[in-house]
């Protein structure tokens, strides 16, 4: 590319929302989602789809045979930064994070491009899918073509195909009471991917946080015979939480103090840097929510995050513990203390 052709261009500016942020509100996808899974009991007559609409799983899951299961997913959004390569790497990352969050390993990738072709140089795109096909070679997945259109806001993801034990997968409703709560990655990004957007600051260590895979968090945990786990992103740690204790049937509770947060994040809060979709997060858990800290804290522990960690039931050497499974308390899926 150019660097030259590049120059000057913000792709943040191009787009109303960014990254996971951009997601359409958590209880508004679950109506939808309720309406489409009603009625449909015997749409799996054999038993082979292992994971599907039921509890907001990161991705679906069919058995093939008794060693193989597929994991099929999808993810793409609006720019979360401005440099095109960066935001492709960042794309791409999050996509193949919920193969990850599922047990499994990423084999082939197709790519996802909307493109506003006479706002934007397609030169720049190119940048995009370079960020994109990077990274999917650092994963040892295939990228085999995909999909473009034009579009009047730029977009980018993968389409992903896995393979995982079906014995072996980590599910959002395998959690169970007595384990810890361990979060591989820092949060706080949204609020400091908006203030990026405000502002054209750019944080290293952030796209250094959203371009780390979740591989050898996901392989660990695999290995340790953990079976619950999901990644943090737009419904921001609270929301993921709430999905995952309520689909296994259990309260989780959060140290608040034990929360890693990415440098930068309380102060980009404290000047107002509050993505909306953050905000949405927090109005839809706390009807389940019992809560011992105050408001700031909440809203970045609900914070959507773009391409976070993996929160996992169980204990992962070199990663924080933030918390504990325990048994369920009546209309409680989620307490901060």
């Not at 789809?49 to 299961?69: F, M, N, Q, T, W």
């Not at 994963?139 to 992903?160: F, M, Q, R, T, W």
């Not at 990655?185 to 250094?208: C, M, S, W, Y």
Request: charged share 20%.
């Amino acid at each position: 590319m150019t660097t030259s052709v590049a120059a000057g261009i913000r792709l943040t500016q191009f787009a109303s929302g960014g990254g996971c942020a951009c997601k359409v509100p958590p209880g508004e996808l679950e109506r939808v989602l309720g309406d489409l899974s009603s009625g449909r009991a015997d749409q799996d007559a054999t038993g082979d789809l292992l994971v599907g609409l039921d509890h907001g799983d990161d991705a679906a899951a069919v058995r093939i045979d008794g060693e193989r299961a597929v994991i099929a997913t999808t993810d793409f959004f609006t720019p979360v930064v401005d440099d095109a390569y960066d935001f492709g790497r960042i794309a791409a990352t999050n996509a193949l994070s919920d193969v990850y969050a599922m047990g499994g390993e990423p084999l082939v990738a197709l790519n996802l491009l909307a493109w506003p072709r006479d706002r934007i140089p397609f030169e720049v795109a190119a940048e995009v899918l370079r960020g994109g096909a990077d990274v999917c070679r650092a994963a040892g997945a295939h990228l085999a073509g995909g999909h473009s259109i034009d579009d009047p806001e730029p977009k980018y993801g993968l389409g992903v195909t896995g393979l995982a034990h079906p014995d072996k997968l980590l599910r959002n409703d395998a959690a169970r009471a007595g384990v810890p709560l361990t979060l591989t990655k820092p949060i706080g990004l949204g609020v400091l991917n908006n203030r990026h957007k405000a502002t054209g600051e750019v944080f290293q260590h952030a796209i250094d946080v959203m371009t780390t895979l979740n591989r050898d968090a996901s392989r660990a945990a695999v290995a340790a015979g953990l079976r619950a786990a999901t990644d943090v992103t737009g419904f921001g740690l609270l929301g993921h939480l709430h999905k995952m204790a309520r689909a296994s049937g259990v309260t989780a509770v959060v140290d608040a103090s034990a929360v890693p947060y990415v440098e930068g994040a309380r102060e980009a809060l404290r000047d107002g840097f509050v993505p909306g979709g953050s905000r949405r997060n927090l109005d839809w858990v706390r009807p389940f929510l019992e809560a011992g800290v105050d408001e700031d804290e909440l809203v970045l522990l609900a914070d959507a995050q773009t391409s976070g960690g993996l929160l996992v039931a169980g204990e992962l050497p070199g990663h924080p513990v933030v918390g504990e499974l325990v048994p369920a308390r009546d209309g409680v899926t989620v307490q901060v203390r």
